[in-house]
């Protein structure tokens, strides 16, 4: 998988321009379910759906969007295939599900069957940053990840900087395995603090089966006083170790509308690889996170960069 990714990115022939929010969530609120949204962020607490978003992406030319997980069960997993499912064939826009399983049940392989069938599932997430340190390098996890990369799906790493260690440890334990870090494992952005983020982003990006989203890290800054230069240093690191060929753009919608709206965080974006080549910029904006996550709507098509 991970030489058919670099495959298609490095020897195709034709363009294909598509762009995608490669992260960004669906749910309806409710307060047992969502415990983690606390008086702070008191604006999500409503239901945030399709007919929520669609004029959003339309405002910043989102051709479609990949959405990942908020509660770890797999009611949600289902429900959220089941929005991208009941799309018209020809304009589906929610282009793919990164969902929840319980990787570590003796029942995950026959969860894992059940969810195959549903060709829009196109990686797993599991919410690490809430787990002890250790809990990713667990042999029933990491048997998990075995099973779930045989079916060729990807995988999500959420985590918080002091964590990455142990990341690294992980996705060495599965050179063929797709890894996706999300929000760039969060970095102290409010604090000013780049160590030891640094040295060891730039140690996991030496691992060549791992991409990276930029996503999520207006909420790392002070959400009311975050400036573009406040989060330069953090994405410039992004761009020198994985480069536009490794890494996705995404909003983190709704959860960004805490310290940005969804145009403002895509016009920041753009500030940010103002530097970059077009094309480059169209590998960041949708034709990576197209060939990671084999998104149907642009599976067959080639991407040059």
Known sequence: MVNRIHADLES?????????????????????????????????????????LISKLKSVKMDGVVSVQARQSLEETRWLLKLAEAQP?????????VGWAPLVSPDFPEVLEEL???????GLRHVLQAEPDDYMVRTD???GIAAMGQAGLVY???????????????????????????HMAKPRIAAGVLEPW????????????VYCKISGLV??????????????????????????KRL???????????????ERWFATLDQLLSKLTVTEKELIFGIVAAKVYQLDAVSDSDAKY
């Open 116 to 122: 195959r069938q549903h060709r829009l599932l196109k």
């Open 248 to 262: 996705l753009a995404g909003s983190d919608w709704p959860v960004c509308t805490l310290a940005s709206g969804y």
């Open 141 to 143: 996890f990491n048997e």
């Open 198 to 209: 640094n040295n060891q982003i730039r140690e996991l990006a030496k691992r060549e089966h």
């Open 12 to 52: 195709a022939k034709a363009r294909t321009t598509i762009r995608i929010d490669a992260h960004h969530h669906f749910w309806r609120y409710s307060p047992e379910e969502y415990e983690w949204i606390d008086e702070s962020m008191a604006t999500l607490r409503r239901d945030y759906l399709p007919g929520d």
């Open 219 to 244: 909420t790392e800054a002070d959400w009311q006083t975050w400036t573009v230069e406040n989060l330069r240093p953090y994405v410039d690191l992004g761009l020198e170790t994985f480069g536009p």
């Open 89 to 97: 064939e020809r304009a589906r826009w929610i282009c793919g599900v």
């Open 156 to 182: 999500d790493i959420l985590v918080v900087p002091h964590m990455l260690r142990q990341v690294i440890e992980m996705v060495d334990r599965h050179p063929n395995q797709i890894f996706v870090l999300d």
